[in-house]
C-alpha cells in the first residue's frame, strides 16, 4: 500500500495541498490521531486500516467513521471497504484477483484447485469472500464444477497463538489431502501460501512438480522463496 500512498502524495502536491503522514501501530492509537485531527479541523483524511481483525474491532472502526463524519472531516479508505459505512474508497478488485489466479493455474494444467484460506483480520471486509467467488468463476470458466471438499478453511480462534494456528493448519492441511486429493492451492494472500509451501515440503511434496501454489499480496519476501 506504499506505492498507492506515495502516488496519493504526488497528486496532491501536484494541486497544491500539503499532505502529512501519521504511521498508528493499533487501532486504540489511529483513532486517537484521527480525532486529534478532526478537532484541529481537518476536514479530509485518507486511511489506511491494514488489518481489521474481530468483529468487535470492525464495529469500533466503523463508529470511528460515524464521529470523524458528525465531526465535519470526511474519509477515503485505502484497501478497506467499510460494509455498513458509506465512504469513498479505493482498494482491489478481489473477485478478479481470484479468477485471474485459478486460471493461471489451470492454463497450467492443474484440474484440482484447492482453496486454501483463514479466519484472520485482513479479510473482515470481505475480500476472502470475493476471491473464493473470484476461484468459483474461474472453475465454471473452464468447464469444472464446483467443488466442496476442495475448500480449505483453518478455523482459527481470537486469542489463539501462533502454535495454535501453525496446528491449525496442518490440520487443515492434512485433512483436505486426505479427503479431496487437489494438485494446487489457491491462498488467500501470500502469508498463508508460504506456511503452506512449508507444510507441504515437510510432508515430501515437490512445488511445483508436485503441487502447484499462487498466493496473493506480492510481499518482498516471497520473491526470494524457493
Not at 486529534?36 to 481483525?53: C, K, M, Q, Y
Not at 486460471?103 to 475480500?127: I, K, S, T
Not at 470475493?130 to 481470537?158: T, V, W
Request: proline letters at 3%.
Amino acid at each position: 500500500q506504499m506505492e498507492i500512498l506515495s502516488g496519493i502524495e504526488d497528486y496532491l502536491k501536484s494541486r497544491g495541498m500539503y499532505v502529512t503522514f501519521h504511521s498508528t501501530g493499533d487501532q486504540e492509537s489511529r483513532s486517537e490521531i484521527l480525532l486529534r485531527l478532526a478537532e484541529h479541523g481537518t476536514r479530509n483524511v485518507i486511511v489506511s486500516p491494514g488489518s481489521i481483525g474481530s468483529a468487535r474491532e470492525r464495529d469500533e472502526f466503523d463508529e470511528l467513521l460515524v464521529r470523524l463524519r458528525q465531526m465535519g472531516c470526511e474519509v477515503t479508505l485505502v484497501g478497506h471497504a467499510s460494509r455498513t459505512i458509506t465512504t469513498d474508497a479505493v482498494f482491489a478488485d478481489d473477485l478478479d484477483i481470484g479468477r485471474t489466479a485459478v486460471d493461471h493455474l489451470l492454463r497450467q494444467g492443474y484440474r484440482r484447485p484447492a482453496y486454501w484460506f483463514h479466519d484472520e483480520a485482513v479479510y473482515a471486509d470481505g475480500a476472502q469472500d470475493d476471491r473464493y467467488l473470484g476461484y468459483r468463476s474461474a472453475l465454471r470458466e473452464h468447464g469444472l464444477p464446483d467443488a466442496p471438499e476442495l475448500i480449505c478453511r483453518i478455523l482459527n480462534q481470537e486469542g489463539n497463538s501462533d502454535a495454535d494456528f501453525d496446528r491449525l493448519a496442518a490440520e487443515a492441511l492434512d485433512r483436505v489431502l486426505q479427503t479431496a486429493a487437489p494438485d494446487a492451492f489457491f491462498c488467500c494472500n501470500d502469508a498463508s501460501a508460504l506456511l503452506l509451501c512449508g507444510l507441504l515440503r515437510v510432508r515430501g511434496y515437490r512445488i511445483p512438480e508436485d503441487i502447484g501454489v499462487v498466493g496473493v499480496d506480492a510481499l518482498p519476501m516471497t520473491e526470494s522463496h524457493d
